[in-house]
C-alpha cells in the first residue's frame, strides 16, 4: 500500500483541518438518517465480517456482541496466529468456551459454525496469509475490523512499528482487493495525540512521515533503534500512542479509496452491562491496580486526585464500534470520521473517587489469601510517594523475602513490588494529568440511531453510574481473572480480620519496644511522654464535660 498522500492533499491540509479544529459533520457526511434505513442488526444480517485482533480483550467482547445482538450475521472471520504450543483452531476454541460465550451459547449452540479462523501472523510480510485464503476474503469481506496492536506501553519501537503501523498498511492493501467491502473501522486510542491537551475527531499530522521511518529504521540494528527511541517519541510517552498516531495518519491516506471510520477509545476497562457487568480478562491497565491494591500489596500510588479517570467500559466501546461500521457503511462519509470514546468530557470521574471506592469495594467483596489489608492511597508528590514506597512496599518485602529464605522457599515478593512498581511507572504519565476531548462524532451517531439500537447498542456514558460500575469491576477481578468463588467471600473476610489482628499486635508490640528502648532510659523523653499522655488525659476529660452539659 502506498505511503504517500492521496491527491490533492497535503500535510498543510491536514494541519489547516487540525488547527480549525472539528471538521463539519455536514461538510463530511453523505446522506442523512431516514426514516426507511434499516437498523444495526438487519445491516449486519448476512454480512461477512473480518476481525483482527479477536483474541485479544476487545476482540472476544466485538465477536460476542456480534454473535448475539446481530444473530443473522452470515460469518466471522478471524485472523489469528498460532501461539505457545497451540495452533489458531485450538485457541479460537478455547476462546469459545469462555464464560463471556454463556449467553450466546444458550441462545444458539451452534454459533461456533460462524466463526471460521485464518492463519495470520502480523509480523510477517502480507499477514502470513495463504493465497487460498486471500482469494476467500477478497470475494466475500463486507466490513473490517481492525482491533489487533501491542499495546505494551514498552514496546521496543521497530516491534511497536511493526504490530502497529506496517501491519496496518498490509490489512488497508488486503482491503483494497476486497470486492464487496463497505467499511473499514481501525480502533486506535484516544491517547494517540496525548501530546496536546485539547483533542479533536480529527487525524493531526504525524510526529513523522512513516514511510521514512520505516525505511530509516529498516537498516538499524535494535542498539541504535533504542539509544534514538526517546528523541524520535519526543512528547509522548511511549512507542505505544506513538505508532498509533502514525497508523491514524496511514488509514486517514486510504479515505479517498475505502469507507473509514476511526474508534479512540481511552483506558478501556471491565464491561458495564454486556454480557454482564464487571467482566473482565486480564491484568493490564488499572485491572493490575486494583488486584494488586485489594491484595494489600499496593499501598502508594502517584497520580493526581483531582485528575480526571478516563475509564470508558469495554461494552461501550464495541457498541460505538459497531454503530460506526452500521454508519460508514450505510452513509458512505467522503473523509474518515473519527469518534473520540471517551467519559471525561460527559460523565467525569476522578482518581480520588476512584482509590475511594476501590477500597470500599475490596473491604466488603476481599480477595482470597490477600497480602495485608486494602489501604492503597493516591499522592501527587515525589517524594511522599517514595518515601510510602520505601516504608511500606520495599521493607515488609524484605522481611517477607527472608521469612521465605529461612524458611527454605524461594524469595519473591520484592519481585512482585519490582514488577509492580514498573507498571505503576508507565501509568503515571496517565494518571497525573488531564485531557479534553471533543465528542461531537460520537453524540451525532447517537442522535442517528432508532430507540431500539440505542437500547442494544447503547454507548450512552451519561448513564454510567460510577460507584456501581467501580464495585462490578472490582468484583470481575476476582471471579473473572483470579478465579475466585464467590462464596469464599466469608473465609476471605475472616482472614482480614486476622490480619486485621496481627497489625495491631505488631503496633502494639512496636509500642512497647519503644518505650522500653527509648523512654524509660531517659528522664527527659519520660517526660515529654507524660506531658502528652497529661494533655490527652485533659482533652479527654473536657470533651466528656462538654458532652455531659450538651445532653
Known amino acids: 500500500m502506498s505511503t504517500e498522500l492521496s491527491e490533492g492533499r497535503d500535510l498543510d491540509g491536514l494541519g489547516e483541518q487540525a488547527t480549525d479544529g472539528q471538521t463539519r459533520l455536514t461538510d463530511i457526511c453523505s446522506g442523512t438518517a431516514g426514516s426507511s434505513m434499516a437498523s444495526i442488526a438487519e445491516y449486519y444480517a448476512g454480512k461477512n465480517v473480518l476481525i483482527t485482533g479477536a483474541t485479544g480483550f476487545m476482540g472476544k467482547v466485538l465477536v460476542e456482541k456480534l454473535l448475539r445482538s446481530c444473530p443473522e450475521v452470515k460469518a466471522l472471520y478471524l485472523l489469528v496466529r498460532p501461539k505457545a504450543g497451540q495452533s489458531m483452531q485450538q485457541r479460537v476454541s478455547d476462546m469459545m468456551k469462555c464464560k463471556l460465550f454463556d449467553r450466546v451459547r444458550e441462545d444458539n449452540p451452534d454459533f461456533h459454525q460462524k ?8 509480523m510477517q510480510p502480507g499477514l502470513a496469509i495463504s493465497p487460498e485464503d486471500v482469494e476467500k476474503l477478497t470475494a466475500c469481506i463486507n466490513i473490517v475490523f481492525h482491533c489487533a496492536a501491542t499495546i505494551r506501553f514498552d514496546e521496543p519501537l521497530k516491534h511497536a512499528l511493526q504490530l502497529n503501523v506496517i501491519a496496518t498498511q498490509q ?46 529504521l529498516e537498516w538499524m540494528d535494535d542498539g541504535i533503534v533504542r539509544d534514538i527511541t526517546p528523541r524520535l517519541i519526543g512528547d509522548r510517552p511511549n512507542t505505544y500512542t506513538y505508532t498509533k498516531a502514525l497508523a491514524e495518519y496511514v488509514v486517514q491516506q486510504e479515505q479517498d479509496k475505502l469507507n473509514i471510520g476511526i474508534i ?31 491484595k494489600g500489596i499496593l499501598r502508594t500510588m502517584r497520580a493526581n486526585n483531582d485528575a480526571v479517570a478516563d475509564l470508558i467500559p469495554v461494552d461501550v466501546v464495541i457498541n460505538l464500534t459497531l454503530a460506526a461500521g452500521w454508519y460508514t457503511a450505510v452513509h458512505r462519509p467522503k473523509t474518515a470520521l473519527v469518534y473520540n470514546c471517551t467519559t471525561g468530557g460527559i460523565n467525569p470521574f476522578h482518581w480520588g473517587e476512584i482509590e475511594h471506592h476501590v477500597m470500599s ?29 520505601l516504608v511500606s512496599h520495599k521493607f515488609p518485602a524484605l522481611i517477607y523475602d527472608l521469612f521465605l529464605r529461612l524458611s527454605g522457599q524461594k524469595p519473591q515478593m520484592m519481585r512482585i513490588f519490582n514488577r509492580l512498581h514498573k507498571a ?5 504519565y496517565f494518571s497525573s494529568q488531564d485531557w479534553e476531548w471533543n465528542s461531537e462524532n460520537m453524540s451525532m451517531l447517537m442522535s442517528q440511531l432508532t430507540p431500539e439500537d440505542r437500547k442494544t447498542f447503547n454507548f450512552d456514558v451519561r448513564q ?69 499522655v497529661s494533655l490527652c488525659f485533659k482533652f479527654l476529660s473536657y470533651f466528656r464535660a462538654s458532652s455531659t452539659l450538651t445532653n
Not at 491517547?191 to 525505511?215: G, Q, S, T, W
Open 115 to 122: 466463526i471460521i479462523p485464518i492463519s495470520s501472523e502480523l
Open 171 to 216: 490489512l488497508l492493501s488486503l482491503a483494497q482487493q476486497m470486492h464487496h467491502l463497505e467499511a473499514f473501522i481501525h480502533i486506535s486510542t484516544a491517547y494517540a495525540n496525548c501530546n496536546r491537551k485539547h483533542i479533536d475527531e480529527v487525524i493531526y499530522p504525524p510526529p513523522v512521515e512513516p514511510k521514512k521511518l520505516i525505511e530509516s
Open 264 to 294: 479512540r477509545p481511552s483506558i478501556v476497562g471491565a464491561s458495564w452491562q454486556e454480557p454482564f457487568p464487571g467482566w473482565i480478562d486480564n491484568f493490564n491497565g488499572p485491572s493490575g491496580v486494583f488486584i494488586a491494591a485489594g
Open 361 to 389: 469495594s475490596f473491604k466488603r467483596n476481599p480477595l482470597e489469601q490477600a497480602f495485608r489489608r486494602p489501604n492503597a492511597n493516591i499522592t501527587s508528590n515525589y517524594l511522599i510517594n517514595q518515601y510510602w514506597i
Open 424 to 428: 505503576i511507572s508507565l501509568l503515571e
Open 464 to 532: 454510567l453510574n460510577w460507584p456501581e460500575y467501580i464495585e462490578n469491576y472490582c468484583i470481575g477481578t476476582k471471579k473473572y481473572v483470579l478465579n475466585e468463588d464467590m462464596s469464599d467471600i466469608p473465609a476471605a473476610r475472616q482472614h482480614l480480620r486476622k490480619l486485621r489482628n496481627i497489625r495491631y499486635t505488631f503496633n502494639t508490640l512496636l509500642v512497647v519496644f519503644i518505650w522500653r528502648v527509648f523512654i524509660a532510659r531517659s528522664q527527659m523523653a519520660r517526660n515529654i511522654w507524660y506531658f502528652v
